[in-house]
């Protein structure tokens, strides 16, 4: 069962995260959304995103909607600049008895890669969601990806075996 998570923006000390839903209501913002996507959703920087995120050559109208029915997207830019630097997206869900469970999964443009932000994004992401909780949140990372691993360990999160796969594993972080 999709659950909806209480929070729409929120911010670190270099970064300002919040909810896309007003960049999507307003054509023209959609539009720059969508223009600063197109630079930063890279080859590279969705080597290691499963095939469902992937951008189809002409189609990040397609791909935006696509995340937007599917996901709770919430963009991170830098604070001083107002530079689009990646996304955050989030699926909650609920199973009756338990928790609500929260998988993430973020990217980052390559010039913001090396500075610190993932850790950041994730950290501040963890203090907004404690006090609305009690949460689950899970992350999957590509064996072939030890640098989310790291962030997302940094950020207090740890390797869920029984929830891991050969090609991907799972790190989860319960916060109540």
């Known amino acids: 069962m999709s659950y909806s998570i209480a929070l729409s923006a929120y911010t670190t000390e270099r970064l300002f995260v919040r909810h896309w839903r007003d960049d999507l209501a307003d054509p023209a913002r959609r539009g720059e959304l969508e223009r600063g996507l197109l630079r930063i959703l890279t080859s590279t920087v969705l ?3 499963p095939p469902s995120l992937q951008v189809e050559k002409g189609r990040i109208s397609n791909w935006v909607t696509d995340r937007a029915k599917e996901s709770e997207v919430f963009v991170i830019k830098s604070e001083k600049s107002g530079d689009l630097l990646g996304l955050m997206l989030l699926v909650a869900q609920m199973d ?49 990806n030890p640098a989310s691993a790291k962030v997302l360990t940094r950020a207090g999160f740890v390797k869920d075996a029984e929830h891991s796969a050969p090609e991907t594993e799972m790190y989860v972080l319960k916060l109540r």
């Open 96 to 144: 009756e008895g338990k928790p609500p469970h929260i998988h993430l999964g973020y990217l980052l443009a390559e010039p913001a890669w090396g500075r610190g932000y993932a850790t950041e994004v994730i950290r501040g992401l963890v203090a907004a969601l404690t006090p609305l909780g009690p949460f689950d949140v899970m992350g999957g990372v590509g064996v072939d």
């Open 47 to 49: 080597a290691h995103l």
